[in-house]
Structure formats: structure tokens, C-alpha cells
């Protein structure tokens, strides 16, 4: 009995492990089939530079104090102005800061920090003490600068020009106002023409345009009585100060004498710049020219214009070094004449339309003046020993520096110039 029951205790026991076993086994089975779960990926923790702290501040609004310090030397004249903001009143200017001003279509760079001062009444070259500078006329439209580009990656020059512009609002050839833009009206002897003739201040003339009772018109007026001793001839000219860029006048041309007869004589009605000649074949003569010949005239059968650009020349014997293009059609009436210099090109517009383009060894080599001249070819009069002149006419001169204007730019400038009341402006340096 007691053996049974050992037998029934140890056969429990046995019982009791083999349970404990499966049940272990079973657990470990269902945690290995188990899906995975994934790990998380690690980013980096992101390492801020010392500008980004946890708690970033608003940095102060700080004020300058206002120093008084010279404002860089501005070239003056001619910006198309659409980058700079109309000048206000509240507003606070610092050196060098520019503004346009629309009540005079003028535009502003600042001297020093200012703030209320209106640059149309506060204004004076650099150094006078004055807040603004006045840089001149806004121009219109888009200017194309001959300026050589900077090195890669530096901002270029603001596109802008320096100007010379003339409505010819004179009294008469002895006004005093002549002087301001140091026009000169020839007088005397001397070429170009037949040896012997005058020239005579009294022959260019200003008259109110009958179109246009507020403005002028220059009139040339030569006249003949078929010699040098009874030849009267006329000029006006420029200082030297230009050389490249766009120079364009408006001009009327005859093909007839304005009053006497007979017709025919050899006159040359001109626009024109030129540097004198210092000595027969200098290198650093320069002349370009545009000369209207209605009756012809060294060789050729008018009416005739010439476009000519010159290397040099000699007077005696006559040698020439010049490169010419020729029109073989009446040019009667008002015309725009543009002459562009620029790139080693020089480049003749009448109307708008490209005539003629010249370059190499004939580029201007030096500053020149302006000049408008009506005089008779020596050898060139008609047969006849009565009185006869002829006339040219010039509504408007302009010239701007260093800078390529189409035909259409330079109209659309002087037409806002006019609009604005100005008669006459340089700013060519």
C-alpha cells in the first residue's frame, strides 16, 4: 500500500515538471514569431550656429547719427532717373542717396544727411555746404553708356550722360547769353571758302518761330555778288569739349537763294565738329561733317549731301585723308541729323535712317567743337554780279556725352526738355 502510494506521489511529480516544460516551451515559441518592431531612425541632433539661440531677440532699430561727410563726386546729367524715388519730405536722406524732384524734372544726390530740405531750393556744387546737389534733366528713354564694364562681378556704371543742349533763344548775335554755353559767331577773314569774303556776326539771326510763338530758330544768311570782295559768309561754333558720344541737330536746308538771283552758286550749308589743324597732315585732326551742296559742287552735281569723316588733310598742295558717303537727292526743308560716336564707329542718321557708317584709321582721335556754317566754295560762283543769299536754319542742338541715343531717344529728350521750359544746358566736363 505504501509502495502505491510513493509511486502515485512520484508519478504526480513527474507529471507537474513535464506541464511546466510545455508551457515554457510554448511561450518561448509565440514570442520568436512575434513581428519585429522597427527602430526608430536617428537624425542627428542639428548643431546651430551661435546667430540661433533657443530664444531669439529682435535686434534694436538703431538710428545713425547724423555726420556731416563729403558726398562722392557725381557725374552730372542725363539719368532716365526710374530707379530713384521722388523726394519727400519726412524722409531721411544720408550721403550719397538720390532722389527726383517732377516739378522740374530734375534729379538730386544727396551731400550729406539731410531730411526736409527741398533740393530744388537747397542745392549747390559739391562742397558748398548746401544738402543737395543738382545732377540735371532727367532724360527719357533708356541710354545705351560707351562705358567699358567693369571686372566680373562689379556692378557697372548707372547708366547716364552728361549733356549739352541748345534751343537758340537769343536776341541777337551780340546777346550776352551766348556766353553760357561759350557759343562763338565767327567775324573776320578766313577760310573755308573763296580768299577775300567776311564773315559777319550780323548774318546769324534768332526769330521767333512762326509754329511756335515761345520758341526760336537760328538763322544763318550768306549772300554774294559774285566775288570774294562782295561775299558775306556766317558761323557759329562751340568751345571743344565733345567727342564721344550722339550729336544731333534739327536743320533747314534751301536750294534756292532766300532772295535775289541768279541761282546756282557752289554754297555749302553744314553741321558739323571738328578739331583745327594744327599743321599740315597732323595725326590729331578729327572732323565730321555733314554738307549739303543744292547746287553741287567739287565735282559733283547737286543737290548732293555729304557725310564725311576725316583722318587729316593738307591745304597746300591738297592732299586729303577722309572717308565720304554721298546722297544724290534734294534735302530741301527740316531734317534731324544724328551722328553716333562710339566704339570706334561713327554713324550718320538723317530722319532716323541709317546713311552712312565709318571706322577705322578715320575715328575722331581728339576733342572737337560744334559748329554750323554757311559759306560758298571758292571757284563755285554763278555767273551774275547781283545780290543773292542764301539761307540755313537750326532749331535745336544736342549732344550727349559718352552715351549712344537712337535718333528717336534724342527727339523724345528734347522734346522734354522743351516741355520743361529749358533753353539751353551743359553739362559736359
Not at 254 to 266: A, L, R
Amino acid at each position: 500500500m505504501k509502495k502505491l502510494l510513493k509511486w502515485k506521489i512520484v508519478f504526480t511529480c513527474i507529471c507537474l515538471i513535464f506541464l511546466m516544460a510545455v508551457t515554457a516551451d510554448a511561450r518561448r515559441r509565440t514570442t520568436s514569431t512575434s513581428t519585429p518592431t522597427p527602430a526608430a531612425t536617428q537624425t542627428a541632433t542639428p548643431t546651430f550656429t551661435a546667430a540661433q539661440t533657443s530664444a531669439p531677440t529682435t535686434p534694436a532699430v538703431q538710428t545713425p547719427t547724423p555726420t556731416r561727410t563729403s558726398a562722392p563726386a557725381p557725374t552730372q546729367g542725363g539719368d532716365n532717373c526710374s530707379a530713384y524715388p521722388e523726394w519727400n519730405r519726412t524722409t531721411v536722406y544720408y550721403t550719397g542717396d538720390r532722389v527726383k524732384y517732377s516739378p522740374n524734372g530734375h534729379y538730386y544726390q544727396a551731400a550729406y544727411w539731410c531730411q526736409g530740405n527741398n533740393p530744388s531750393e537747397r542745392n549747390g556744387p559739391v562742397g558748398s555746404g548746401e544738402p543737395w546737389i543738382d545732377l540735371g534733366l532727367c532724360i527719357v528713354g533708356t541710354p545705351t553708356p560707351t562705358n567699358t564694364p567693369g571686372p566680373t562681378g562689379t556692378p557697372g556704371p548707372t547708366p547716364q550722360f552728361q549733356v549739352f543742349f541748345d534751343d537758340f533763344n537769343y536776341s541777337s548775335s551780340s546777346d550776352s547769353n551766348l556766353g553760357i554755353l561759350h557759343w562763338t559767331v565767327k567775324s573776320g577773314s578766313g577760310g573755308p571758302g573763296p580768299a577775300g569774303v567776311t564773315w559777319r556776326p550780323e548774318n546769324v539771326t534768332f526769330y521767333t518761330d512762326p509754329g511756335n510763338s515761345s520758341n526760336k530758330i537760328m538763322r544763318l544768311l550768306s549772300s554774294t555778288q559774285g566775288t570774294p570782295e562782295t561775299t558775306n559768309q556766317s558761323e557759329m561754333y562751340t568751345q571743344r569739349i565733345f567727342f564721344e558720344g550722339t550729336y544731333a541737330a534739327r536743320v533747314y536746308f534751301t536750294d534756292s537763294p532766300n532772295s535775289g538771283s541768279p541761282d546756282g552758286d557752289n554754297i555749302v550749308q553744314t553741321f558739323f565738329t571738328i578739331t583745327p589743324l594744327a599743321y599740315d597732315l597732323d595725326p590729331s585732326y578729327s572732323e565730321l561733317d555733314f554738307e549739303y551742296l543744292p547746287n553741287g559742287g567739287w565735282g559733283a552735281e547737286g543737290p548732293i549731301m555729304y557725310m564725311t569723316t576725316w583722318e587729316t588733310y593738307q591745304l597746300e598742295p591738297w592732299v586729303s585723308q577722309n572717308v565720304s558717303t554721298s546722297i544724290n537727292a534734294g534735302f530741301a526743308g527740316w531734317h534731324t541729323l544724328v551722328i553716333q560716336v562710339s566704339g570706334g564707329q561713327v554713324k550718320y542718321y538723317i530722319d532716323g535712317a541709317l546713311d552712312a557708317t565709318h571706322g577705322g584709321i578715320y575715328y575722331p582721335d581728339n576733342i572737337m567743337f560744334i559748329s554750323f556754317n554757311n559759306w560758298f566754295i571758292a571757284g563755285g560762283f554763278a555767273a551774275g554780279s547781283t545780290y543773292r543769299d542764301y539761307k540755313e536754319e537750326v532749331d535745336w542742338v544736342f549732344y550727349a556725352k559718352d552715351t549712344v541715343l537712337s535718333p528717336a531717344q534724342v527727339t523724345d529728350n528734347v522734346s522734354n526738355y522743351r516741355s520743361l521750359g529749358t533753353v539751353r544746358l551743359n553739362t559736359v566736363q
